[in-house]
């Protein structure tokens, strides 16, 4: 079976939209116990970002040297293509993932993994205005809605009386779904030249080493390497360059919204794998108001009455 019929066999696509989904939400819990693990404290942004650029250096790493393999060229790129690549290194890695690490050290992964869903609203939003082909409808509309007021309810108590959120927690994880969503846009455009593998790897990898860079500038760094730690560091490099490429796989041979409607897994996972591994509560009253809501909001706004093997398209906006 050639790759086009594994990425457009329905039964193929929900498994591997379902995997992608899942490594994704396991990398809130991930983040967490990596900080334990390394002892970097909430406060340490620098070599947060250390740790985050280690990671993305050796996703990238991994993805370069697949490709490879595989008989790509991966060095045979032109001086516009790594112009091109840097840009989108620096946006939707590093620009990014700043954002994304300190929002998930100042939050929790519950809440975490429930706010960064709003790259799903942000990217109907940004789609209204840059294609043609793409506008909100009333559904849709409805969808971020819903969503919306999801993300909302999350920052309240339980009797949702008292309203908490921090800028540098949730404000940044927020910040961060919208930085990828524009970027995934520009991301789309590169796909009609060059290898949608290559652009991955050179993105996590450029992204990750300017991350390590500024990190280090401001005197971070990352110690204390046991084989638990290091474990964690190689499990989150690993599950970046697998679940990237998989899902721009799926989105280059199928049309978005079939695909990105499995996006509501994410939060589903993130919630309930930081509840396993981290001890935090997921079955608070307004924690599940707000999953039941964010994954029916991702849901609307991805529906589509067509299915999931016709017209296919190369790279629209989705998850990455």
């Known amino acids: 079976m050639n790759s086009e019929k594994i990425f457009t066999d329905p039964k193929f696509v929900a498994i591997i939209a379902t995997i992608c989904c899942l490594l994704w939400g396991s990398a809130y819990p991930a983040i967490k116990i990596g900080y334990a693990l390394f002892n970097i404290s909430q406060s340490d942004v620098s070599s947060e970002l250390v740790f985050a650029g280690y990671r993305f250096t050796i996703a990238g790493i991994i993805l370069l040297i697949i490709a490879q393999k595989c008989g790509k060229s991966v060095f045979n790129i032109s001086k516009k293509n790594v112009l091109e690549l840097s840009l989108l290194g620096f946006t939707q890695t590093t620009l990014q993932y700043i954002f994304f690490y300190i929002g998930v050290a100042n939050t929790t992964g519950v809440k975490s993994s429930i706010m960064n869903s709003t790259v799903t609203f942000f990217s109907v939003i940004l789609a209204h205005y840059i294609y043609v082909d793409d506008r909100i409808n009333k559904q849709k509309a409805i969808g971020c809605i819903v969503g919306f007021i999801g993300v909302i309810i999350v920052n309240f108590n339980n009797n949702l009386l008292n309203f908490s959120f921090s800028f540098l927690g949730e404000g940044f994880v927020i910040i961060a779904a919208f930085i990828f969503s524009a ?37 971070g760094g990352v110690y204390h390497f046991t084989m638990e730690s290091s474990l964690v560091l190689i499990y989150l490099a690993l599950l970046s360059s697998a679940a990237f490429s998989l899902w721009n796989l799926l989105l280059k041979y199928n049309k978005v919204g079939p695909i990105s409607m499995f996006n509501f897994l994410t939060p589903i ?30 849901w609307m706004v991805n529906r589509e009455k067509i299915s999931i093997c016709q017209n296919p398209v190369k790279f629209q906006h989705g998850r990455n």
Do not use: W
Not at 184 to 203: E, N, P, R
Not at 269 to 298: D, H, R
């Open 269 to 298: 996972f993130g919630a309930v794998l930081s509840a396993i591994f981290l001890g935090e509560k997921i079955l608070e009253f307004k924690n599940i108001i707000a999953l039941i809501l964010v994954c029916l909001g991702i």
């Open 183 to 219: 970027s995934a846009i520009y991301g789309k455009k590169l796909t009609k030249s060059m290898d949608v593998i290559i652009i991955t790897g050179y993105m996590l990898f450029i992204g990750g080493v300017v991350l390590v860079l500024i990190g280090v500038l401001f005197k």
